[in-house]
């Protein structure tokens, strides 16, 4: 058995599959609203979790290029399914935030109410596509010159419970961009899941102290060997012809390139893949008053450069063309955002190429532009 005052950041213990609704209880105990995926209207979702009983066990998914299917399987694991169109940005930067209300008391106006204290939420579940993905809008909204109080309220008050990828989807390709199948940091605890234990990862002191109400035992050198065959396996099928190194100059080489074309006439700049990406953070703030003009609200939504009206200023539109906004949603991940924050903006989760109606695959494109340069 186990010792757990041995327990230290950066072991490794075994678990049996019972063990996992004992922490979700633990950190229920312990503050925490824990949110997972769960199986609403033939999707993925996430959305608060009771229990284990309400994971999607025993199901997979298909993904390919415009399509997406959930499949109940005949085994009894947690996490072989891929995510679907949702993620974890939708916690810490919402699709919709009210910034300010104002109400009007004769010739003035007044602030109403106030923004309510973050939960402290456990996500349980976090894909390493995923974890990546939060890391780099920490670069976009905790910067040294600007920080969004607002993410910055919510992001200290979680917890990340990450899951090792052992059953990529067709659209991942999270090995080519170093994001996955394995979370190496920025989790509290990570699983690896096994036929009959979950491998359990401890990555912070917080994710320790978590984990010393489980009835775990030291990871045997064959559960080790299982976890690292399975998910050496996971990263030789997330492989891709796009070389991340040289993919930034590829795009801002080729801006004028006539491929950009081609593209815009699959496009249906619907914005799809930019409310489903993981990354993006654009967003727009509007003022709505009543009829009676006694009460007005600023509100913050998400935005997308494939809206038409995001680029339109004084009487005109910079990107007015479907081939002007595509290339700089594709420039901006894959080029101009590493000039910003030092990364590039694409985690590898696949989620643009599952849920672009018109089949477009980034990979394809990418991997074609650089074609180009190196000719």
Not at 226 to 255: G, K, R, V, Y
Request: proline share 5%; with cysteine; hydrophobic share 35%.
């Amino acid at each position: 058995m186990l010792d757990k005052r041995r327990i230290e950041v950066g072991d490794t213990i075994a678990i049996k599959k019972s063990e996992l609704e004992t922490l979700l209880q633990t950190l229920a105990a312990a503050g925490y609203v824990p949110l997972g995926p769960q199986v609403r209207d033939t999707a993925i979702v996430y959305d608060r979790l009771e229990n284990v009983d309400r994971l999607p066990k025993g199901y997979v998914t298909e993904q390919a290029p415009g399509r997406f299917r959930l499949v109940r399987a005949r085994h009894s694991r947690f996490f072989d399914f891929i995510p679907g169109a949702a993620s974890w940005k939708q916690f810490l930067f919402p699709p919709r935030l009210d910034l300010l209300t104002l109400r009007r008391n004769g010739k003035s106006w007044h602030q109403v109410g106030s923004r309510p204290e973050p939960n402290a939420y456990a996500f349980v579940g976090v894909r390493p596509c995923e974890l990546a993905a939060i890391q780099a809008q920490d670069k976009v909204f905790l910067r040294e010159d600007y920080t969004d109080t607002t993410y910055q309220a919510q992001r200290t008050r979680v917890f990340i419970l990450a899951v090792n990828c052992i059953h990529p989807a067709g659209t991942c390709f999270c090995g080519t961009m170093g994001t996955g199948p394995r979370a190496d940091s920025g989790f509290d605890l990570c699983l690896t899941e096994l036929d009959e234990h979950f491998l359990v990862a401890v990555g912070s002191a917080l994710g320790r102290d978590m984990a010393l109400d489980l009835a775990g035992e030291s990871a045997s050198a064959f559960l080790l060997g299982s976890a690292e065959n399975a998910l050496q396996h996971a990263a030789a099928q997330t492989q891709c012809d796009i070389d991340p190194s040289t993919c930034a100059e590829a795009m801002l080489d080729n801006l004028d390139h006539p491929h950009w074309d081609e593209v815009a006439q699959r496009c249906l700049s619907c914005g799809n893949c930019t409310l489903a990406c993981p990354t993006c953070f654009c967003w727009d703030v509007s003022d709505q008053t009543n009829l009676g003009m006694t009460e007005t609200r600023r509100e913050r939504t998400w935005d997308s450069c494939f809206n038409p009206t995001y680029s339109y200023q004084a009487g005109g539109n910079t990107r007015p063309t479907i081939r002007s906004r595509y290339r700089q949603w594709l420039s901006h991940k894959f080029g101009s955002w590493k000039q910003q924050f030092g990364i590039l903006g694409c985690v590898g989760c696949g989620r643009c190429i599952t849920w672009c109606p018109a089949g477009i695959d980034t990979r394809v494109e990418v991997a074609t532009l650089q074609k180009e340069t190196e000719q």
